[in-house]
């Protein structure tokens, strides 16, 4: 199964695309920080990742405020067929900063 979680923030965001069918991509940069128990050690995560959203989920992202935490789902997928970088397809998000 190819499913992520990820509590992430907004940091960086493209201006909304749309495919040859109309469907708006928008393609942001979340970032994640927070703290996880390894081998039973505290280990500090730090990471940037790149993420795209289609369809009803592009609204969604783009309603985000930069900064604001939120929980984004969906699954990675290579950037492009021949890519060996993942990109995150976000399907869902809970969590807009505007509650």
């Known amino acids: ?22 469907v708006p991509i928008a393609s942001v940069t979340l970032q994640h920080r927070t ?9 500090f995560v730090e990471l940037t990742m790149p993420a795209v959203a ?6 969604l992202v783009e309603s985000c405020e930069l900064g604001v935490e939120a929980l ?13 970088t993942l990109v995150f397809h976000i399907t869902e998000m809970q969590g807009t900063g505007k509650d």
């Open 1 to 22: 199964m190819n499913r992520l979680q990820l509590t992430a923030s907004v940091v960086e965001r493209e201006a909304v695309r749309y495919t040859p069918a109309g």
């Open 35 to 43: 703290e996880v128990v390894e081998a039973g050690i505290p280990r």
């Open 54 to 59: 289609a369809g009803k989920a592009c609204g």
């Open 72 to 84: 984004f789902s969906g699954f990675l997928a290579k950037k492009h067929r021949n890519a060996r």
